[in-house]
């Protein structure tokens, strides 16, 4: 009896001892999983940062499209400002189902020629688009998206300021502070006050650490502000310290600008500089 019971609990021990290896295999697979997944992230990151975008999906005169990461991807779209060749960049979402557009191109023409693109490139139809400003290189080709059936979100604002400048209405469904889930990605739509514009708002999407701060922010090779005929200065360097205090660095790995070449939360910090040279350019 007593060989018996000895038996059982050896068994037992043994088959305990089993399963708690196997848990702690399994573990550890995970944390490596894990830290190789970090560290893949990290060298696409440098990778991306240090060729300045490679990562070419698609390339033609006027638009191009880069990955940025799994399933977001930007892309820049060439227009003419000022009769010059003047490139402006957006944003393209991969949803579970179809693809999500943040910022036309600049006019209907493209914004059709885009939708054939991403057609083509993706194999999807675009379900939704944001605009993030009222000007042409965001919300250009409202109505090209809306001949496609596509529901184009706005802050009441934008809708209102791009109506007046004579474009199409766009659904003004976005609050200032708001979350939207769309086809199963989900985005942070934030508006830190009067800057580029009076309705600028930036997209944040928290999965890919990326913030999409459109006009509001100009890149690393800006010397000045840009286009300053709608923008706010004073307000604008309390809106990018309002930003500053919504986002931490840790929380960004992108920062997309409304033109030129992406960077990360140092594009912010650049872009505050700009705004106080202005400011005392203005003072003086
Ligand atoms: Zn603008
Ligand atoms: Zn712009």
């Not at 698609?58 to 638009?63: E, M, Q, R």
Request: glycine share 6%.
């Amino acid at each position: 009896m007593i060989r018996r019971m000895a038996l059982v609990i050896i068994v037992s021990l043994v088959f305990i001892i089993g399963i708690f290896s196997i848990c702690k295999m399994r573990l550890a697979d995970a944390n490596k999983e894990a830290a190789e997944k970090n560290q893949q992230m990290e060298s696409e990151l440098d990778d991306f940062k240090n060729k300045n975008i490679e990562n070419i999906l698609y390339t033609d005169d006027v638009f191009s499209i880069r990955k940025l990461t799994k399933d977001t991807y930007v892309y820049t779209a060439y227009g003419e400002f000022n009769g010059q060749k003047y490139p402006a960049n957006g944003l393209i979402l991969v949803g579970n189902s179809g693809l999500i557009l943040i910022d036309t191109p600049w006019d209907d023409k493209k914004t059709r020629d885009l939708l054939a693109i991403l057609k083509n490139t993706f194999h999807k139809n675009v379900s939704d688009a944001i605009v993030t400003h009222f000007h042409n290189d965001r919300v250009g080709g409202i109505k090209a998206l809306q001949e496609e059936d596509i529901s184009v979100h706005s802050t009441p604002l934008t809708d209102m300021l791009a109506v007046s400048d004579g474009y199409a209405h766009s659904l003004g469904d976005l609050s200032n502070n708001d979350f939207l889930t769309i086809d199963g990605r989900t985005l942070e739509i934030y508006y830190p006050g009067k800057g580029h514009t009076e309705d600028n708002i930036t997209i944040y999407d928290k999965k890919d650490k990326l913030l999409f701060a459109g006009c509001f922010s100009k890149n690393n090779s800006d010397k000045t502000l840009g286009n300053i005929a709608d923008a706010d200065i004073p307000e604008w360097l309390k809106s990018i310290n309002k930003l500053q205090e919504k986002y931490t660095e840790e929380q960004i790995n992108w920062v997309i600008p409304g033109h030129g070449n992406l960077g990360g939360y140092d594009l912010l910090d650049h872009t505050k500089s700009l705004v106080e040279e202005q400011l005392k350019e203005h003072s003086k």
